[in-house]
């Protein structure tokens, strides 16, 4: 029994002293390192915010969905947009909205037809999806770089100057996100545990029959999920579009956080937000630490680690413990 | 069980056959498998005689297809061992078994149905079948002659079970029956010194049976494969089979021929009188 | 009444085994070929090559190499356009570094090494297969994309990180135009087509569908599974490295790092879906459709009077992509190849009803 946690634990034991490392070898100033690991707890924050409409639609419907990155962006492209012409919360208010329609017909069109088959299919069938939203929106709303203001200074704050030589620089904007991130678990904790339309949820994440032979309609419960997935890519979309600016890259952002889900596991919430920091963290520390280092060694041309590190981290892990930190042990029956 | 029901097989009972009952070919020595806390099998032993007809009957849950699991190498037993021709195996994997010879069907139908029957029959070949990737890729010559000459076993197969029209067709799309003699198929195309037969009459009506066992005969003659099968039907083992195991609760409460089996007070004590 | 096998006895496993046993199948596909590589190379107009033609035969051939290991075999790849680089660079650096060496050659060889490259990014499909595979493939994507626009010596120290290629001769016949291109990709893509048709004919074509279909019962029949999907994941790997390597020389000519980034992986994923996974012919429909949309897009609506902007007809051709494969994944998972043979079937018992 405790074989299956050796890998594991070996795996994480590496992570752990290349976190270490450049600390412990003095290869930097100890503020520019929690400047870096700040900056990487930041970007983790967002890629936990899209990973967790990830495991809301997967919790509820074993249901991969592709398209969360491009209903991100939906959103923040509505949002946006809206905002153009109503106040900010109106436009928040109709961007939700908006996604709840979204959730309707995607359930109607493409889930119930789709309802028995492998997950592979559904997979492609989200990647479908996921390319028509990308196309629809940039239809409707335009495809230039819209902004949304959320009222915060970009303007980078110095902390504890005494304590460390220089400083540490952190954003305002930042702060907000993970102040953000940490108010949305707290809610859907609450929904899940509390409410009676959480308990539904989380007796369809369980067991599909059992739940629909207790009266549980299912068809509802996939819109629900849908439509808080949907407000969970309204949050995203704005934390995401307020630091970035609205443009369509962030749907490149859907494929990063499917490595956070593997590192998470596919099914838990507090998997989604650690697997976030995880991967937030690790990529700018080896994008900072670890690539000057291999581009000296090998002679590369520049860095650009962050492109691969997320993903060769996921395969790691899928070879050592497919289900993830926190996920459900799958079982193969004969 | 009560009345002598009648035979399914109108022919000479079993006994007054041509074939020779060999040397013990198979042996499962205090085989005891659990999962987790369940305990499936506990301290199993048997043997299995070359060319005969061994059934292995028992109540639901009584661990029999776990049994045909273990010698097929599907599940590893914790403890005891299963002996295939002499030799030992521990952790074997499934399509090791293969190669040894142990051929088996599914009480489920394992059938692959992205393809039509010839195929599903063909496959039950592969390990005979040794062109190299290059060859096949160029396919003239070699490649192609052993694909004809394996194709023609597999057409013996495919009229032996009588099941020449349905050649082309999709396996998905054919009735249960069908689907099982296609199972029964693939696994004679193995050639194997040992088949395993999970079930096979499972779902069947009478007449199926009947051709079913008539099948499960016919091989075990003319082939002379040894036969080890799950059965429920009553009738269909007492016909059968050369000799019974009887498990209950995942141990061994029977073994011999199916009159002393059918007299034992602890298996009618385990099948609380049912007969079919 | 055109299409029946009627009256065609096979009086021999080996008449049945043929790759073409009907008739008239024989002699439509002769046909087409006739017309392809004699009439097509006088008749089409460059820009027809150029745009549709040239990429849509090396795109045939990488989809059918994907369609090998997903269609066939059962294991997602959404990375499989890094194959088609490391092909492309393979051939470039044999080029390159190889004096003399006959760009068949190097052809063949950098496919092999796309081949090795893909068997070891197969590797992860032993212990996990579905949405996780896709994952890892995702894996193969990003880090072979990177290493090629930053290990210098792939590019051969070039400063921006493009690499261009000669025009290629073949045997002292030179490939300067559109139409000579084509005729050797026609000539490339017919062979290998062959190959690969015969390949899922032969015996590691039912194993790999074995494992697709259920892998338990394939091990119990005796197929080895790593063998099977390390051989799926090369041969694959090598189709697509070729495809990646003619796309490169025949194709593009030169070509920067990102060339053969996720969004070709994704396109090549979706030209099987929707040409119909499992099948070859469906690989060219799938190809055919991916390469034409977007020039259909272009040219059509400026024909009939309604201008579209490119930009426009880009986010229109992104709509219909998906909105096709959630169509053909919801109605016709075989793609428009079933649907052809659908046609087929009810062209056999034409003009009768049934």
């Known amino acids: 029994m405790k074989q299956r946690y050796l890998p594991v634990a070996i795996l994480i034991a590496v992570l752990a002293v290349g976190l270490a490392l450049p600390l412990a070898t003095n290869a930097s100033a100890p503020g520019f390192y929690i400047e870096v690991l700040l900056g990487g707890l930041m970007a983790g924050v967002l890629y936990s915010l899209v990973a967790l409409g990830f495991v809301l639609i997967f919790k509820a419907s074993g249901v991969f969905n592709f398209a969360q990155g491009a209903m991100v962006l939906f959103a923040a492209l509505s949002v946006a947009r809206i905002a153009e012409q109503v106040p900010l919360w109106a436009a928040v208010l109709l961007g939700i909205a908006i996604m709840v329609l ?63 030589k220089g400083g540490i620089l952190i954003n305002k904007d930042d702060v907000a996100a993970a102040v953000v991130a940490v108010l949305l678990v707290a809610a859907l904790a609450v929904f899940f545990q509390k409410t009676a339309t959480g308990r539904a949820l989380r007796a369809v994440a369980d067991d599909h029959q059992a739940a629909q032979s207790i009266g549980i309609p299912l068809n509802r419960i996939w819109v629900i999920v ?20 609205v443009q369509f890259s962030i749907s490149q952002v859907a494929l990063k956080a499917l490595p956070v889900v593997i590192l998470g596991g596919f099914t838990s919430i507090p998997g989604a937000i650690i697997g976030g920091l995880i991967i937030g963290v690790g990529e700018k520390m080896a994008e900072v630490f670890l690539g000057p280092v291999l581009v000296r060694a090998f002679d590369l041309a520049g860095g650009g680690i962050e492109n691969w590190f997320a993903y060769v981290l996921a395969l790691l892990f899928l070879l050592v413990r497919p289900e993830g930190l926190f996920g459900e042990r799958i079982i193969d029956r004969v | 069980m009560s009345a002598q029901p009648r035979p399914f097989v109108e022919e000479a009972p079993r006994g007054a056959t041509r074939r020779v009952i060999g040397e013990v070919i198979l042996s499962v020595e205090g085989v005891s498998l659990s999962f987790g806390g369940v305990k ?93 990737l290059l060859a096949q890729a160029i396919r003239f010559g070699p490649a192609e002659r052993e694909e004809l000459e394996h194709r023609a076993v597999v057409e013996r197969i495919i009229d032996f079970l009588e099941i020449q029209a349905y050649r082309r067709t999709p396996v998905g799309r054919l009735p249960y029956g069908l689907q099982k003699r296609v199972d029964l198929g693939r696994a004679l195309a193995m050639e194997p010194r040992l088949l395993l037969l999970d079930e096979p009459m499972a779902g069947m009506n009478v007449e199926e049976k009947q051709d079913m066992c008539r099948f499960i005969l016919d091989v075990n003659d003319e082939f002379g494969t040894t036969i080890v099968l799950i059965e429920h039907d009553m009738g269909v083992v007492m016909d059968l089979s050369d000799r019974v195991v009887v498990l209950d609760y995942g141990k061994k409460i029977g073994d011999g021929t199916p009159e002393e089996v059918r007299n034992n007070p602890a298996v009618v004590d385990a099948y609380l009188g049912v007969s079919h | ?101 006959s760009f068949l050659v190097a052809l063949v060889l950098a496919g092999l090494i796309a081949a090795a490259v893909g068997m070891l990014f197969g590797i992860p499909s032993l212990r996990i297969k579905g949405l996780y595979l896709a994952v890892a493939t995702l894996a193969a994507q990003f880090f072979i994309d990177w290493t090629f626009a930053r290990v210098k010596w792939f590019t051969n120290y070039a ?41 899922v004919r032969g015996h590691i074509g039912r194993a790999w569908m074995a494992i697709r279909d259920m892998d338990v019962a394939a091990e119990v029949i005796g197929i080895r599974p790593v063998y099977a999907k390390l051989t799926a994941f090369a041969v694959s790997s090598f189709y697509v490295g ?38 070859i012919t469906g690989s060219f429909f ?22 579209l902007s490119t930009a426009m007809a880009s986010h229109l051709a992104s709509m219909i992509f998906g909105a096709l494969i959630v169509f053909f994944l919801i109605v016709e998972p075989h793609g428009l190849a079933r649907l052809w043979a659908i046609g087929k079937e009810k062209l056999r018992l034409w003009p009768f009803p049934h």
């Not at chain 1, 995607?106 to 479908?128: F, I, K, S």
Request: charged residues 10%.
């Open chain 1, 102 to 164: 979204l959730a309707v017909v995607v359930e109607r069109l493409v889930l119930r037809p789709l309802v028995n088959q492998e997950g592979v299919v559904l997979l492609m069938a989200t990647l479908g999806v996921s390319y028509f939203l990308d196309g629809f929106g940039q239809t409707v709303w335009g495809s230039d770089i819209y902004s949304i203001e959320l009222g915060l200074s970009k303007a980078p704050v110095m902390i504890l100057g005494d304590l460390f």
């Open chain 2, 40 to 132: 499936a099998l506990s301290e199993v032993s048997f043997d299995v005689r070359e060319h005969e007809i061994r059934a292995i009957i028992g109540p639901n849950g009584a661990g029999k297809s776990s049994m045909l699991n273990v010698i097929n190498g599907v599940y590893h037993p914790q403890k005891g061992t299963v002996r295939f021709l002499g030799r030992p195996r521990q952790d074997v994997d499934t399509h090791e078994a293969a190669a040894q010879g142990i051929a088996r069907t599914f009480q489920s139908l394992a059938l692959f149905k992205g393809m039509n029957v010839l195929d599903n029959i063909m496959t039950g070949r592969n390990l005979r079948m040794k062109a190299s």
């Open chain 1, 226 to 245: 849908w439509s808080v997935a949907g407000v969970v890519a309204v949050v995203a979309g704005m934390v995401w579009g307020a630091k970035l600016g």
């Open chain 3, 242 to 279: 070729i495809a990646g390597a003619l796309w490169g020389f025949v194709y593009l000519g030169s070509w920067e790092p990102l060339a053969f980034n996720i969004t070709l992986s994704l396109n090549l994923l979706f030209m099987i879906i929707i040409g119909g996974m499992g099948s």
């Open chain 3, 159 to 199: 400063p921006s990180g493009s690499v261009s290629t000669p025009v290629l001769d073949i045997f002292g016949w030179r490939l300067d135009t559109p139409a000579r291109k084509y005729v050797f990709l026609l000539a490339v893509v017919t062979v290998f087509t062959v190959l690969a048709r015969n390949l």
């Open chain 3, 286 to 307: 799938g190809a055919l459709f991916i390469v034409a949309l977007p020039i259909v897009l272009d040219q059509v609506p400026a024909t009939l009077g309604v201008p």
């Open chain 3, 1 to 101: 009444m055109l299409y029946r096998e009627n009256g065609q006895f096979k009086t021999s496993y080996r008449q049945d085994e043929a790759l073409l046993p009907i008739l008239q199948d024989r002699v439509f596909i002769w046909a087409l070929l006739a017309l392809a590589f004699l009439a097509v190379p006088f008749l089409a107009s460059n820009y027809l090559f150029l745009s549709i033609l040239n990429p849509f035969l090396i795109m045939a051939l990488a989809a059918v190499g994907l369609n090998l290991l997903v269609g066939y075999c059962g294991q997602i790849s959404i990375g499989h356009a890094a194959f088609m680089a490391v092909g492309a660079y393979a051939a470039y650096n044999l080029m390159l570094r190889v004096p003399n060496l």
